[in-house]
Nanobody, 129 residues
Framework: QVHLEESGGGLAQAGGSLRLSCVAN???????MGWFRRPPGKEREFVAA????????YYGGSVKGRFTISRVNAESTVYLQMNSLKLEDTAVYFC???????????????????????WGQGTQVTVSS
């Protein structure tokens, strides 16, 4: 199974930026990857996803235009650049890997947490005013 480890979380001011990283213990060349988050007292929600080639990206409505997902397969790393942070972005952020060889190719598919086979432990992001 893929082991994922997130980093880069912390405290940021509203309007500021953070970049999250997700490093895997195996090559991610054939894995679609996603970021999810769980705000305090709420259910886990979809943030962003990227297909295994890095050619297609998908974003949740609340982060579109502010967050950017990217990947460097040679480094087995996926990034989430978060700009123009808002108080409501406060959450634990999770990295997730799709099943290898998955045919997932749509927002509906990638935004479904049950599409993902492996999850990281999460990293806390706190946005303050």
């Amino acid at each position: 199974q893929v082991h994922l480890e997130e980093s880069g979380g912390g405290l940021a001011q509203a309007g500021g930026s953070l970049r999250l990283s997700c490093v895997a213990n195996v090559s991610l060349s054939y894995y679609g990857m996603g970021w999810f988050r769980r705000p305090p007292g709420k259910e886990r929600e979809f943030v962003a996803a990227i297909d295994w080639r890095g050619s297609s990206t998908y974003y949740g409505g609340s982060v579109k235009g502010r967050f950017t997902i990217s990947r460097v397969n040679a480094e087995s790393t996926v990034y989430l650049q978060m700009n123009s942070l808002k108080l409501e972005d406060t959450a634990v952020y999770f990295c997730a890997a799709d099943f290898p060889g998955s045919y997932c190719s749509s927002f509906i598919c990638y935004s479904n947490q049950f599409e993902y086979d492996s999850w990281g432990q999460g990293t806390q992001v706190t946005v303050s005013s």
